[in-house]
């Protein structure tokens, strides 16, 4: 299981929704593992769960699938339904179309349009409709359409285009991990551009496995899971196995990292031919390394499960002091901040 996480802009979003809809802030967070000192620090990260939990939360105080964005309240259990509408289709190409029809005559979602060419199918939401100012609902859209479709499949579905119709955060680091593509922003239209020969993939999820899926929801769509992956998240998933596999760690002693050498061999690549590669991603693997440390971390201390100078301990850091100057310079925040209240 990976340790991602997720910035607090998504929180942050939530929050904002929140407000517009009428609900407390205090008691949309109660609950959810996110400790309110931590929403007005620009660099904290959750935990995909937690993240996960603030928008169940925040579905049900506000009875509406769309926080209450959409011209009309979308009852909860709207998106399990289309999920079933969907889930027997033969195919990709067939799931789509049923998508839009379902989005066309259910009031209060956005229209969904597939434009599916010989050689690119074009995928639009129409955003004209949504009183969203905080993204929220777009962004949830566009991945529903992009990982629910994959995860139908069982394969990754690669943008080759992806346009959003709001300006670029600061940091867009985490859309591109998440949809495996740097957006256009400030585009007319939310749009996911992609392969047409994905639209013969045929359809491999069970209708359990579905139920499953949107119990877990949005849960999946906020972490790195996209069926194929860059090179970046393959070697993310080399490097991190010993702390994902380690779980909590008794006694607490360093976890082994495996060295680039051994990483680059693993994927059949010469450690420079690797380096390079990851360059083009605008990646390297010390950052790699720094985002899993701090994944990790975070996850860890979220759990409330193991002291700090255990933790830092199996995260390799000579002395506890260390593994809190690190934290903050990661998060902006102590590691006590992350403590369950």
Not at 149 to 161: D, H, M, N, S
Not at 257 to 284: D, F, I, K, M, Y
């Amino acid at each position: 299981m990976s340790t991602s996480t997720v910035p607090i802009q998504f929180v942050h979003r939530a929050l904002q929704a929140a407000v517009r809809a009428g609900v407390d802030v205090n008691e949309l967070l109660r609950g959810t593992g996110v400790a309110p000192d931590l929403v007005v620090h620009a660099r904290s990260r959750v935990t995909v769960g937690q993240a996960a939990r603030v928008a169940r939360r925040l579905w049900r105080l506000t009875d509406d699938e769309m926080f209450g964005a959409g011209p009309h309240p979308v009852p909860r259990g709207t998106f399990r339904m289309v999920a079933l509408g969907v889930i027997h289709s033969p195919d990709l190409r067939t799931a789509l179309q049923r998508t839009c029809e379902f989005s066309a005559v259910l009031p209060g979602l956005p229209t969904i349009s597939a434009s599916m060419g010989p050689e690119r199918t074009v995928v639009c939401l129409d955003h004209t409709g949504l009183r969203d100012p905080e993204h929220l609902v777009v962004d949830l859209m566009v991945g529903v359409v992009q990982r629910f479709t994959a995860w139908l499949v069982g394969q990754r579905i690669k943008p080759l285009a992806l346009e959003l119709p709001y300006p670029s955060p600061e940091d867009p680091a985490d859309y591109d991990r998440v949809f495996g593509a740097r957006p256009r922003f400030d585009a007319e239209r939310a749009a996911l551009t992609f392969d047409s020969a994905l639209l013969a993939a045929p359809v491999i999820r069970t209708e359990a496995e579905m139920l499953d899926w949107v119990r877990n929801s949005p849960g999946d769509l906020l972490a790195r899971r996209d069926y194929g992956s860059s090179l970046a998240d393959q070697v993310r998933r080399i490097m991190e196995y010993p702390l994902v596999s380690a779980g909590a760690p008794v006694p607490a002693r360093p976890v082994p990292w495996p060295a680039p050498e051994e990483v680059a061999a693993r994927l059949n690549l010469s450690l420079q031919h690797l380096r390079r590669r990851l360059r083009a991603e605008g990646t390297s693997m010390s950052v790699i390394r720094e985002e899993i440390l701090r994944d990790a971390a975070v996850a860890a201390l979220a759990s409330g499960r193991e002291p700090v100078t255990d933790l830092a301990i199996r995260l390799g850091f000579s002395e506890p002091s260390a593994f809190r100057r690190a934290f903050r310079r990661w998060t902006g925040t102590p590691p006590g901040s992350y403590r369950p209240r």
